[in-house]
């Protein structure tokens, strides 16, 4: 089972922030917090993954609570190319990625 | 294209026919992973490979699926005596082994079992 929870759907306006959340609660202290997205029709995308320090790359910010129980992905000027489906996991390093059923993102114009 | 590439992208089968999916991986990348997908859900793990060697297995592998991938570059995955349960889409992704946070998926092979 997925370790994660995520809200099911989300609408985001065209060129705002989009802010997906994302709750671990059981995390340990080996595991990293990982992002995916999948666009229709399309395999899933690698995202962003982190620690507990917060990072940023081209295409999201990750931001990790303090006690890491919680995480915060965000697109700073979201596009109609963004909308699809994204998946937060949490695993350990080298072990398995455990999809849950993500969270629906729908940029409207 | 130099990503992970799918073959079919689409296949219908009757129940019981056996069916092969090939997918040739990112050429340097070393593990090569299937999942199955089906409607409205996440990606489940079925098994991996590092070079030729398959390292894992899930337990949703049942023993009519067979996975290889005999020269440590594309696989195969097969699926004997299919059923309607096993209609998902089949997505392969490859990793190196010293960057395994970073999957690269092919666009996948839709089955339909009618």
């Known amino acids: 089972d997925a370790k994660t929870t995520q809200p099911p759907s989300m609408d985001c306006a065209e060129g705002r922030a989009a802010n997906l959340p994302c709750n671990h609660s059981t995390i340990s202290g080996n595991e990293y917090v990982y992002w995916y997205r999948q666009i229709h029709s399309q395999g899933p995308q690698y995202i962003i993954h982190g620690l507990k320090n917060n990072e940023t790359n081209e295409m999201a910010s990750l931001i990790i609570t303090e006690d890491r129980k919680s995480s915060t992905l965000i697109l700073p000027h979201a596009t109609l190319r963004d909308t699809a489906v994204y998946y937060c996991?949490?695993?350990?390093?080298?072990?398995?990625?455990?999809f849950g059923p993500g969270t629906r993102l729908s940029v409207l114009p | 294209d130099t990503g992970v590439s799918q073959d079919p992208r689409h296949k219908i089968t009757k129940r019981g026919q056996n069916v092969t999916f090939r997918c040739d991986p990112i050429s340097e990348h070393n593990r090569l992973y299937w999942y199955r997908q089906t409607l409205g859900q996440g990606p489940e793990f079925l098994t991996y490979?590092?070079?030729?060697?398959?390292?894992?297995k899930s337990r949703l592998l049942s023993d009519r699926f067979s996975a290889e991938r005999p020269k440590g570059s594309f696989s195969t995955l097969e699926i004997q005596r299919t059923e309607q349960g096993d209609s998902a889409m089949y997505l392969c992704a490859s990793s190196l082994a010293r960057e395994q946070s970073k999957l690269f998926f092919g666009s996948g092979t839709q089955l339909s079992v009618l």
């Open positions: 490979f590092q070079n030729e060697a398959q390292l894992e």
């Open positions: 996991i949490v695993t350990a390093y080298g072990q398995n990625f455990v």
